[in-house]
């Protein structure tokens, strides 16, 4: 049996992949310090068969080689390392902690595939672009990023943490991948974490005016998390990618307010919107040119924007902080 260690395992993206890896037949070592994720997010008949080992570490501190075979861990097939606050509210709260675990965590989780021997994949973010002067934005782009902002915390330290893996590529000949992720939404999100897609689904089910920040024409491209997950697998699984980095993202790009529009049309409900100040450093626009991994990967989101918001409503409607409070 095939296994993976995925860091972040307890979180949106991470509980959504190690669904993947399981259903795939593979053994899951899912590590997470639960700042801001939590074990309700996997399926709780993962441990009681055997298939999941649950680890609530710190990758900044507690993640080695010997912690892990300490913990019986014998073989390793691939290291998936998505641990990070991912939403301005939480890695503004945890910007230290952001900062470390894009920094030495992902040192951490590079020394673990490299004694084991494992791909390594790096969970990494379409926010190392910055406020991007090119849409849509490929691979080469090299950004626009502010290096002491308040969004730094996360942007830079994304960035280090994509330079620290491509010296381990060149330096130890680890076959390890990037992947850019651009806005991911469905299941399993926070209500109240600041992003875009929770902040209108749970205000359009509870009777309230939809959020935007600046006149809304800044844009974003949104990606349903079955589809992310799709290229994960490839990324994964694909053979001769040592070095490569992927876009993964909807090249859909739809202004703030346009996608507005799509929230209330899919709630039901009358549009009626509140301004607020645009925050510091906000990118004015973010649109994923995936022309790569169509080509090397075979890969392109096919879930449509109502199909997803359909289920992303679903989940915050059945959520007592939500669904609860309707009127």
């Given amino acids: 049996m095939k296994t993976a260690l995925v860091t972040g395992a307890a979180g949106f993206m991470g509980s959504h992949l190690t669904d993947r890896l399981v259903a795939e037949g593979w053994q899951v070592w899912a590590v997470d310090n639960l700042a801001t994720g939590s074990w309700d997010n996997l399926d709780p008949a993962y441990r009681e ?16 080689p010997e912690a892990l075979r300490a913990a019986g861990l014998e073989h ?5 390392h998505l641990a990070s606050a991912a939403s301005p509210v939480h890695y503004r709260r945890l910007a230290l902690e952001t900062l470390w675990v894009n920094s030495k965590g992902t040192g ?10 494992a791909r390594f994949l790096l969970g990494s973010t379409s926010e190392a672009y910055g ?5 849509p934005q490929p691979e080469t782009y090299w950004g626009h990023v502010n290096p002491v902002g308040p969004r730094a915390c996360y942007d830079e330290s994304k960035r280090f943490g994509e330079a620290l893996t491509m010296e381990y590529v060149r330096q130890y ?4 991948r990037i992947l850019r992720f651009f806005n991911c939404y469905g299941p399993r999100m926070q209500v109240g974490d600041g992003r875009v897609v929770p902040n209108f689904v749970s205000q359009a089910l509870q009777g309230e005016p939809l959020t935007v920040y600046g006149d809304g024409s800044q844009t974003r491209s949104f990606c349903y998390v079955s589809d992310e997950v799709e290229a994960i697998w490839r990324i994964a699984n694909a053979p001769g990618l040592a070095g490569e980095i992927f876009n993964v993202g909807n090249p859909e790009e739809r202004t703030i307010l346009d996608f507005a529009r799509a929230v ?8 009626k ?10 990118p004015t626009n973010r649109c994923p040119d995936i022309s790569k991994a169509r080509r090397l990967l075979g890969w392109e989101p096919v879930v449509s924007l109502e199909e997803g918001l359909a289920a992303t409503f679903a989940y915050f409607r059945a959520l007592p902080a939500v669904g609860g409070r309707q009127g």
């Fill in 273 to 282: 919107v509140t301004y607020r100040p645009l925050p510091p450093d906000d």
């Fill in 173 to 176: 000949g680890l076959d390890a």
């Fill in 49 to 64: 068969r055997g298939v999941v080992t649950a680890l609530e570490w710190d990758v900044t501190r507690d993640l080695s």
């Fill in 76 to 80: 390793l097939d691939l290291v998936v």
């Fill in 108 to 117: 951490n989780a590079l020394e673990v595939a490299r004694a084991y021997g």
């Fill in 131 to 135: 406020d991007p002067e090119v849409s």
């Fill in 264 to 271: 209330a049309a899919v709630a039901g409900v009358e549009l």
